[in-house]
Structures are given as C-alpha cells and as structure tokens.
C-alpha cells in the first residue's frame, strides 16, 4: 500500500530565510513522489518530482527536494522564503496503476 | 498547450437536490482522475478512467455518486442526491499514460456549498 505523512500541518517562516516542509512515505514498490503547491483558489500545480533517477530533484521557483530512501522520507526545501511562496503544499506518492495520493497538506506561511 | 478545463467553477445546492460537474482534460491524455477535497485535507481519489473504462472506484459512495467518461474524452461525475457532507472541491486531473513516472495535471475545480 501506499501512503504519504506529512508531519507539520502548518509551518511559518520568515522572509528570506529557509523553508523546510517534511514529508515521509510508504510504498510497497519504488515510489514515485511528487510535490504540489495549491495557492488559494488555484489549481495544483506541480513542483517537482522524483522517478528514481537522481536523488536531489530541483523544481521550479527555488524548491529541491530529497529522496532519501533508507529515511522513506522526500522533504521539500528552499534556501530564501519568498512572499509568493505562501501556500498549501501537498507530498504525493504514485502507485503502479497511476494512482496518486495525498498528503493532508502543510499550510507555509511567510511573514515578512 | 491548454489546461484540464472543469465547469462550473463553484455551485450552491440544497441538500438531497442533484448537481454535475464537467471536465475536459487536456488532449490525448488517456487517464483522466476525480478527486473530491474537503476543506482542510488533502484531495481524495473519487474515481480513475483508464480511456473510456473504470480503473479504480473503491472510494466513490455509489449509491449517490456517479460518473462517466463515455468517449473516452471529457468526463461528468453526478451526485444524486446531496448530502451536507459532500460540500468540498471537486478536481478533475488527467495525465498522459499509466506509467509510473508521470504526473497528474489538475483542473481549477469546481467549489461544491451543499445548504
């Protein structure tokens, strides 16, 4: 079975200084794991991704994220909070068969 | 390149009335997925189209939800009758093939207030 946990349901960060947003995850096969940002009203938008090549994925606006599979865990960084990055992310695992799913989401906010 | 469209964007109902959501995913995606979330939570797999067939709908309430994908292109899922608790947003997303690398594209959602 499949599942993902992200373990901080909201995180508040500084302008400028770095965000962490941890997530750990179960798979019975090698996974896939996705991140995703959903800003208010907004669609989910993909972040980054990892399909078991290089461990150390980069996504866009800044974010990388770490496959570490000894910890099962794919934690979302980025060295300089910005404004725009205020958000609701969400940790995805992908099964064989496509399907996708969710963690329950961490809430960033940024203060400036 | 367009988006997964999904109409309409939000819809008020009273409860045990019956409300439709639409989805066009974008062209040539073979998967196409409903995910219900509830405020608060991450999305929910309602239902998984592999084409126009069913792949997995372990988690739909089908005695009061349903859906369909008849050409194996756009989709509406049906809720008949309402309840309070389905209030949340609907997304629709598709994606490219079932291989295990790809992602899933996403929809803006359609926000469901059942009064």
């Known amino acids: 079975a499949q599942s993902v946990t992200q373990l901080d349901s909201h995180v508040s960060v500084s302008e400028g200084t770095p965000v962490l947003l941890r997530c750990n995850y179960s798979?019975?096969?090698?996974?896939?794991l996705f991140w995703y940002v959903q800003h208010p009203n907004k669609g989910l938008q993909l972040l980054l991704k990892y399909t078991s090549a290089a461990t150390l994925v980069k996504g866009i606006n800044g974010f990388e994220a770490e496959f570490k599979k000894s910890e099962t865990s794919f934690h979302l960084t980025k060295p300089s909070a910005h404004m725009s990055d205020a958000a609701e992310y969400f940790c995805?695992?992908?099964?064989?068969?496509?399907?996708?799913?969710f963690g329950t989401g961490t809430s960033l906010t940024v203060i400036p | 390149e367009a988006g997964v469209a999904q109409s309409p964007r939000y819809k008020i109902i009273e409860k045990r009335q019956s409300v439709a959501f639409w989805c066009n995913p974008i062209?040539?995606?073979?998967?196409l997925y409903w995910y219900q979330q509830i405020l608060g939570q991450g999305p929910k797999l309602l239902i998984q189209?592999?084409?126009?067939?069913?792949?997995?709908d372990s988690q739909l309430p089908k005695d009061r939800f349903s859906a369909e994908r008849l050409k194996g292109v756009d989709s509406t899922l049906k809720i008949q009758p309402a309840k309070l608790e389905d209030s949340a947003v609907y997304l629709c997303?598709?994606?490219?093939?079932?291989?295990?690398?790809?992602?899933?594209?996403f929809g803006q959602g359609t926000r469901l207030t059942v009064v």
């Open positions: 995805v695992v992908s099964a064989p068969g496509n399907q996708f799913y």
């Open positions: 798979s019975s096969y090698s996974p896939s």
């Open positions: 062209s040539g995606h073979a998967t």
């Open positions: 997303a598709s994606s490219p093939s079932q291989g295990l690398n790809t992602e899933a594209f």
């Open positions: 189209f592999q084409n126009n067939g069913v792949v997995d």
